[in-house]
């Protein structure tokens, strides 16, 4: 059973960093494109940055173009999102998600979600 789980969401203050994990179970990453999404309060989810299993990555979302980067360890089966100079704005729920596909950015492409990671980025 393909299962994604994030992590490493939490308090921090503005200009700080975060390293979120989303760990892979039931298939190995080198076959999916591996998206990060976010959702905001009283906002759409919207698509962050995704990496192809070529290793590739494309940013979906002008306002993390230069502090946010994704990477993937595929001796752990893991995903992560680099987050710094986070900004208030930042703060959102973090989702990863698994496609068997290109990269996209929009939420109906992805059939299979991780529960959420929350970053709150306050002072």
């Known amino acids: 059973q393909l299962k994604l789980v994030e992590s490493g969401g939490g308090l921090v203050q503005p200009g700080g960093s975060l390293r979120l994990s989303c760990a892979a179970s039931?298939?190995?990453?080198?076959?999916?494109?591996i998206g990060w999404f976010r959702q905001a309060p009283g906002k759409e989810r919207e698509g962050v940055l995704c990496?192809?299993?070529?290793?590739?990555?494309?940013a979906y979302a002008d306002s993390v173009k230069g502090r946010f980067t994704i990477s993937v360890d595929n001796a752990k089966n893991t995903v992560y999102l680099q987050m710094n100079s986070l900004k208030p704005e930042d703060t959102a729920v973090y989702y990863c998600?698994?496609?068997?596909?290109?990269?996209?950015?929009?939420?109906?492409?992805?059939?299979?979600w991780g529960q959420g990671t929350r970053v709150t980025v306050s002072p």
């Open positions: 998600a698994a496609v068997r596909s290109p990269c996209s950015g929009y939420v109906s492409e992805y059939p299979y």
């Open positions: 039931g298939f190995t990453l080198n076959t999916y494109a």
């Open positions: 990496i192809r299993n070529s290793g590739g990555s494309t």
